[in-house]
């Protein structure tokens, strides 16, 4: 029999790692919610025509497309901000701002890497409706309470405008026709380097002259009014950077009055994406190990829209990449904690006592006690074994002699310590005992 595998770039969640990954999710919505977010969700599959009208010749390649039964194109969505856009668009009766947050699965036909896969989970939240750089502050507001709350400390948050790259080509004297290029060799810094992004500059027709302006720009980074000066310093030139540098500066004043600078960084050097945004931009990494890449990202869209038949209307939101956190989750030594523990582990003693031992689980679980019968007709010494594993509060042990008598024997798996309870009163006693 040949080995049955997954699609090359997917993989299966199970036990702790699905556990983690409920736990981040839970974590998501309770910040998003916090926040004022409404829940909505949407298919993961659109016609091309939706996907295609986000513009880009990576779309085309990254796209798990085919043709249907009724021999239309669709797609797998590819992030989940396209369905917003769609919705938006679609339904000009939304109040806004129209504050939304969504979680699911998103597919992109790229190659598979370490902490890179063909099918990942995101969770989104996204503010549609508002110019204003406070909508684009919040949205990081609210990445950086779920990345508190999750780690505490050793994280950091990338921003910059694509204003202010645009008037970094202006000020360096490159044509409109080439800005674009530009901004694809300055988003490859951190894969080729300075002397990569100068090599891929070279190759995309960029001057020696504009060359240097451009990578010595990109070096410029930092927190807080000093590197945004510096920003403005490399924008005289050019009016839409400085409109730029200004959105920044707003962005910049609330996280201060936030409290949240020290996880914020300026940096001139990051482009994300090619003809997506229109404003600032985001990405997000954690400091600590394992080094995963980006774990959030996102920015301005005030474009995309209207691509999709909507008024212009502006739009801001970031991504929180639900895969790759899972996977620092995992790598650290607390990630026990995350896994819920079981309150009572039933043992039947021998398989007719299942049925019995079965109808006590389902009035605990009533009573909101977390249990777990055995099925499998086990030794009462394995059920303590596996009690232990499931690192269960008590033992619960239904035997024939003691059921008889309308009682069960209970034990502390802590104490050692074992008390006879009646029937009759099962859960209240039960539950007494786990609130001491």
Not at 370 to 386: A, N, T, Y
Request: hydrophobic share 40%; with cysteine; glycine share 10%.
């Amino acid at each position: 029999m040949s080995e049955m595998r997954t699609v090359r770039g997917m993989r299966d969640l199970m036990g702790e790692e699905m556990r983690v990954r409920n736990y981040l999710v839970a974590k998501a919505v309770e910040v998003f919610e916090l926040f004022g977010y409404e829940p909505l969700d949407s298919p993961v599959m659109e016609l091309w025509e939706t996907l295609s009208a986000k513009g880009g010749d990576e779309v085309e390649a990254e796209t798990f497309k085919f043709t249907d039964k009724g021999e239309r194109e669709v797609g797998l969505r590819f992030d989940l901000t396209v369905p917003l856009a769609r919705i938006a668009a679609t339904n000009l009766h939304l109040q806004k701002p129209f504050k939304r947050y969504a979680i699911g699965k998103a597919w992109r036909y790229d190659r598979p890497q370490a902490g890179r896969y063909r099918e990942f989970e995101q969770a989104d939240v996204d503010i549609v409706g508002s110019d204003n750089p406070a909508a684009d502050a919040e949205v990081v507001l609210v990445a950086l309470e779920f990345l508190r709350r999750l780690f505490g400390k050793d994280y950091l948050i990338r921003i910059n405008n694509r204003k202010v790259l645009k008037g970094l080509t202006e000020s360096a004297g490159v044509k409109d026709k080439l800005a674009y290029e530009c901004f694809r060799a300055i988003d490859k810094l951190d894969k080729i380097g300075r002397n990569g992004v100068r090599d891929e500059l070279a190759q995309r027709g960029i001057s020696e002259e504009s060359s240097g302006f451009l990578i010595d720009a990109i070096g410029v980074s930092g927190s807080g009014e000093e590197t945004l000066q510096e920003f403005k310093r490399l924008m005289t030139s050019s009016r839409l950077g400085l409109e730029g540098v200004s959105e920044l500066e707003a962005m910049s004043n609330i996280f201060d009055a936030s409290g949240v600078q020290d996880y914020i960084r300026f940096d001139m050097s990051l482009a994300r994406g090619l003809d997506y945004y229109t404003g600032p931009v985001f990405e997000g990494m954690y400091l600590g190990e394992p080094n995963v890449g980006a774990i959030l990202g996102g920015g301005r869209y005030d474009h995309l829209i209207a691509r999709f038949g909507g008024p212009p209307t502006p739009a801001t939101g970031i991504s929180l990449g639900i895969g790759r956190i899972i996977d620092i989750v995992l790598a650290q030594t607390d990630a026990e904690r995350l896994i819920p523990r079981l309150d009572v582990f039933i043992a039947p003693v021998k398989i007719q006592m299942v049925p019995p031992a079965m109808a006590i689980m389902n009035q605990l679980v009533r009573s909101g006690i977390s249990c777990e019968v055995d099925v499998m007709d086990r030794s009462l010494g394995k059920l303590f074994e596996l009690a232990e594993s499931r690192k269960a509060r008590y033992i619960l042990i239904v035997g024939k002699r003691d059921y008889d008598k309308r009682e069960v024997s209970l034990r502390d798996m802590v104490s050692k310590e074992t008390t006879q309870i009646p029937l009759d009163n099962l859960a209240e006693s039960v539950k007494g005992m786990l609130q001491r």
